[in-house]
T-cell receptor
Framework: KAGVTQTPRYLIKTRGQQVTLSCSPI?????VSWYQQTPGQGLQFLFE???????NKGNFPGRFSGRQFSNSRSEMNVSTLELGDSALYLC??????????????FGEGSWLTVV | AQSVSQHNHHVILSEAASLELGCNYS??????LFWYVQYPGQHLQLLLK??????LVKGIKGFEAEFIKSKFSFNLRKPSVQWSDTAEYFC?????FGPGTRLSVLP
């Protein structure tokens, strides 16, 4: 069974640009969540999507947004990039809502560098 | 607000030493507790989880964790570590993660 797949794996963007990251969950999983991982802040929850609806959101500015498609695939977008947005962005999927305590499975992440 | 704390930022052990990584949480609802591990260059993997029942749970690679409700703790243990256990370990309550503990095992 294929795991959580994230694309692209690595990307470099310039301040002020926007970026879109993609995530394909494990087959059959209906929930997708996103995390930002940095050395200083650790793993911080961004948001969770289930049945194409955002179900839970972390404390990130509105520049961070996401969506989920009918096939459960998800994208997250960061607009007006700042240097501090440089991080590993992790996608995770679960059968049902992760916020309800279901086990979440992580992808390898997308490394974003903002210059 | 939910929060998870991990006692140690970096732990250094010699092979065959025993390991205990501390985790405490603050959460008012039903706790679903997890330990994840991130080996160098690899993605986060589930080590073990506790939902209910026996508070002593066993995971992969000889790891176990004990849920102590009265102490709001979920400590990870392994009786004898190996060099291959070198990794970063994250405790989580539902979707809230602790800051992680880096474990370095010296051969």
């Amino acid at each position: 069974k294929a795991g959580v797949t994230q694309t692209p794996r690595y990307l470099i963007k310039t301040r002020g640009q926007q970026v879109t990251l993609s995530c394909s969950p494990i087959s059959g999983h209906r929930s997708v969540s996103w995390y930002q991982q940095t050395p200083g802040q650790g793993l911080q929850f961004l948001f969770e999507y289930f049945s194409e609806t955002q179900r839970n959101k972390g404390n990130f500015p509105g520049r961070f947004s996401g969506r989920q498609f009918s096939n459960s695939r998800s994208e997250m977008n960061v607009s007006t990039l700042e240097l501090g947005d440089s991080a590993l962005y992790l996608c995770a999927s679960s059968l049902d809502l992760g916020i309800s305590g279901n086990t979440i499975y992580f992808g390898e992440g997308s490394w974003l560098t903002v210059v | 607000a939910q929060s998870v704390s991990q006692h140690n930022h970096h732990v250094i052990l010699s092979e065959a030493a025993s390991l205990e990584l501390g985790c405490n949480y603050s959460y008012g609802g039903t706790v679903n507790l997890f330990w994840y591990v991130q080996y160098p260059g690899q993605h986060l993997q589930l080590l073990l989880k506790y939902f209910s029942g026996d508070p002593l749970v066993k995971g992969i690679k000889g790891f176990e964790a004990e849920f102590i409700k009265s102490k709001f703790s979920f400590n990870l243990r392994k009786p004898s570590v190996q060099w291959s256990d070198t990794a970063e370990y994250f405790c989580a309550v539902r979707m809230v993660f602790g800051p992680g503990t880096r474990l370095s095992v010296l051969p």
